[in-house]
């Protein structure tokens, strides 16, 4: 099992910036995927940036490509979405989640997950 803790959201005026970090513990010596969703009230959960265990295979939504970046410390076993530019539609729930393997179609695919976080709320005020 793995057990992934968020952290990082807020509340922040559009064109402002935030940075979530997730923190993974528990059986972190296998290689994870690692992954942010984000789910708005009413609407679908969907996936907004992808990282593979290497940090070599990146996917972003294209709702945020050239605003929001992840990364990945698998030293420090987390991970982070640095979000720049925020709009009020980047409101949402963000989880973080995590798909077994060194590149997860789970994840990738924007399907699923193995294990998620709890989530971290970001509220983008105009």
């Known amino acids: 099992q793995v057990q992934l803790v968020e952290s990082g959201g807020g509340l922040v005026q559009a064109g402002g910036s935030l940075r979530l970090s997730c923190v993974a513990s528990?059986?972190?010596?296998?290689?994870?995927?690692m992954g942010w969703f984000r789910q708005a009230p009413g609407k679908e959960r969907e996936l907004v940036a992808g990282?593979?265990?290497?940090?070599?295979?990146?996917t972003y939504a294209d709702s945020v490509k050239g605003r929001f970046t992840i990364s990945r410390d698998n030293a420090k076993n987390t991970a982070y979405l640095q979000m720049k530019g925020l709009k009020p539609e980047d409101t949402a729930v963000y989880y973080c989640?995590?798909?077994?393997?060194?590149?997860?179609?789970?994840?990738?695919?924007?399907?699923?997950?193995?294990?998620w976080g709890q989530g971290t709320q970001v509220t983008v005020s105009s």
């Open positions: 989640a995590a798909g077994k393997g060194q590149r997860s179609d789970l994840i990738f695919s924007g399907l699923s997950a193995d294990y």
């Open positions: 528990g059986r972190t010596s296998r290689t994870y995927t």
């Open positions: 990282i593979s265990w290497l940090g070599s295979s990146r």
